[in-house]
Nanobody, 121 residues
Framework: QVQLVESGGGLVQPGGSLRLSCAAS????????MGWYRQAPGKGRNLVAD???????NYVDSVKGRFTVSRDNGKNTVDLQMNSLKPEDTAVYFC???????????????WGQGTQVTVSS
């Protein structure tokens, strides 16, 4: 199986910073894109940022210039540095990885359990 374990959520004041980390473990051939999604109360789960194995990044417009996604391919980790946080960033943040478990197999989506980020004074 493949497991994604997140850490780093919490409560922060507007303008503050948080760093989320996610580590993938288990048995697999390779990991393709890794990224972060978020889900606010009563809303759907939406992409925040993702990154390919060769470091190409993609961000939702609302976080550009404030958030930075990075990964360590050797450690199978992906981080999200969040600066200048706003109340509207409040959500449960989910790590995502597109994983190919066997060389002949398909790429499937895997999710972490989610970590709460609350931005409030």
């Amino acid at each position: 199986q493949v497991q994604l374990v997140e850490s780093g959520g919490g409560l922060v004041q507007p303008g503050g910073s948080l760093r989320l980390s996610c580590a993938a473990s288990g048995s697999f051939f390779r990991i393709d894109v890794m990224g972060w999604y978020r889900q606010a109360p009563g809303k759907g789960r939406n992409l925040v940022a993702d990154i390919t194995t060769d470091g190409r990044t993609n961000y939702v417009d609302s976080v550009k210039g404030r958030f930075t996604v990075s990964r360590d391919n050797g450690k199978n980790t992906v981080d999200l540095q969040m600066n200048s946080l706003k109340p509207e960033d409040t959500a449960v943040y989910f790590c995502n990885a597109r994983v190919q478990r066997w060389s002949w197999g398909a790429i499937n989506n895997y999710w972490g359990q989610g970590t709460q980020v609350t931005v409030s004074s």
